[in-house]
């Protein structure tokens, strides 16, 4: 409730106005709960609120701009597990609040000296229910690509989150043949042992039924992972990749960049050397990619983990849009999935999470110890291999990765350097 006033306060920016909010959730069995509560606080300062239900992130971003409103809510907690939630808000343009609002919201939360200015009577906020938003979404999705993919067989994973809803009507559109899995939710089956974090069942599926390609959304339907005809992985990168260097060769790649993470892999970058693309870092995190891509003017960007982001047709990561249009290429190029990802070459890539102590991750920056640790591997993997040690942003951990040729070699490395970081944070 307190979220939803002072998001109501900071969107009206103390004027007069009734802001104008549409809050969507994922299929966990908390997010109702949290909907009708944010829904409150809304309208208890004045906000008028639009229930769209169970939709993707994207849609929520998307919508937020078709029906004018001055804000989009989406109660979800992405990949976890069903006992996590969260709460994203996206402005009327349909990205993120910047750090500065977000920021504004939580003084006033915390901040007791700020009151909120409660309504009564006729100033009380009111609630609506959208009628069958999720076709305008799926409207949009179908607007981005030409002409069908019958004669595609597909497996979908819906991780029984979102997507469960909009992906069999957008694929039954599209004339596809497809199969569905983990598309059942019962509110606390989210994510588990299903979608883009839990590759297996998909995998074997594929392979199993003969399907040319499988793909696994996140409980949100913000990110993909896919599986080639033969139920290997291709990941983010690799979906990247693939369809900067399609847009390059229809012209569309704008200033023939593509904007990924430092955690790229190296494989990622010589592919795009040998193709003509530049390749523009930012910090992990699909809100920096976007930054980034904001501020170039460049059309696609992503991660690892899945986030791709078209900007010519959405404002913020979207699975269902990912996998359209990584069926256009296979249908375009007369390619298999896996002949297009076999020209990604992937170095192997060693990560560790090191659990330190609160006071230890505060201490990683100044640790010189940690620091000679790594200059010293960084010397002996020369330009074979890349290392990179940060602190995660949520948890009491310390996240080494280790990238190069030799397998055997990047595990030691890995090991020696999480070693010393246990020996000093702990």
């Not at 609506?128 to 067989?153: C, Q, W």
């Amino acid at each position: 409730m307190q979220i939803g006033r002072a998001a109501a306060m900071v969107l009206s920016d103390g004027k007069c106005k009734r802001p104008r909010v549409l809050i969507g959730a994922d299929t966990r069995i908390s997010s109702e709960m949290l909907c009708s509560a944010i829904s409150a606080g809304l309208c208890s300062v004045g906000a008028d609120v639009l229930v769209l239900g169970v939709l993707p992130t994207p849609a929520v971003a998307f919508l937020v701009q078709k029906y004018g409103y001055d804000a989009g809510i989406m109660i979800s907690a992405s990949h976890n597990p069903c006992e996590y939630n969260g709460i994203k808000i996206f402005k009327s343009d349909g990205y993120k609040l910047p750090d500065e609002l977000e920021e504004k919201i939580e003084e006033i939360i915390l901040d007791g000296t700020v009151v909120p200015d409660v309504k009564t009577g006729g100033g009380v906020g009111r609630i609506r229910h959208a009628d069958m938003p999720r076709f305008d979404y799926i409207e949009h999705l179908l607007s981005t690509v030409n002409g069908g993919f019958s004669g595609l067989k597909i497996a979908l994973d819906c991780a029984n989150g979102s997507a469960s809803l909009t992906a069999p009507e957008l694929f039954t559109e599209l004339g596809a043949d497809f199969e569905i899995l983990s598309a059942v939710p019962n509110g606390v089956n989210i994510n588990r042992d299903c979608g883009s974090t839990h590759l297996e069942p998909l995998q074997k599926f594929v392979a199993d039924n003969g399907c040319q390609v499988g793909f696994a959304f996140d409980g949100d339907a913000d990110r993909l992972m896919a599986v080639d005809e033969n139920g290997r992985v291709v990941d983010g990168d690799k979906i990247v990749a693939i369809c900067a260097s399609y847009l390059k060769n229809q012209g569309r790649l704008k200033k023939n960049t593509a904007v990924v993470t430092v955690m790229s892999n190296m494989g990622f970058h010589d592919f795009c050397k040998s193709h003509g693309i530049s390749v523009e870092l930012t910090s992990v995190g699909d809100r920096y990619v976007l930054e980034r891509m904001l501020e170039g003017g460049y059309s696609i960007g992503g991660e690892q983990s899945g986030h791709v982001i078209f900007l010519d047709y959405a404002s913020t990561g979207d699975g269902q849009l990912t996998a359209i249009q990584l069926l256009q290429i296979l249908r375009d190029s007369g390619k298999t999935l896996s002949e297009l990802a076999s020209e990604i070459e992937i170095y192997p890539q060693v990560m560790l999470n090191v659990r330190v102590s609160q006071m230890g991750k505060a201490r990683y920056a100044n640790d010189k110890e940690i620091r000679k640790a790594v200059e010293s591997a960084e010397k002996e993997l020369g330009a074979n291999g890349r290392i990179i040690v940060r602190v995660s942003g949520t948890e009491p951990l310390i996240r080494v990765m280790v990238e190069g040729k030799n397998e055997t070699q990047i595990k030691r490395i890995a090991d020696e350097i999480a070693s010393v970081v246990r020996n000093r944070l702990i």
